[in-house]
């Protein structure tokens, strides 16, 4: 499940660095929960929190059936 989540994550991070950020796989756990660490300017931002759960969490969830959750390390 590790590789399907850096794929995913290959694909969303584009996005994330034209805003000056970026995001770093922490985590996979073997129940499906995935341990993100937002960087640059995504780390400090105050939309952080939406980008993570609305954004990189819908995606993995769709593209990763087996992830559960994703949270901020």
Do not use: F, Y
């Amino acid at each position: 499940m590790k590789e399907k989540v850096l794929a995913v994550l290959q694909k969303i991070r584009p996005q994330l660095q034209m805003d000056g950020g970026d995001v770093e796989l922490v985590e996979v756990s073997k129940d499906g929960v995935v341990k993100l660490r937002l960087t640059g300017a995504c780390g400090h931002c105050p939309m952080s929190q939406m980008t993570l759960k609305n954004g990189i969490e819908k995606i993995l969830k769709q593209e990763v059936p087996e992830v559960k959750e994703v949270i901020p390390q």
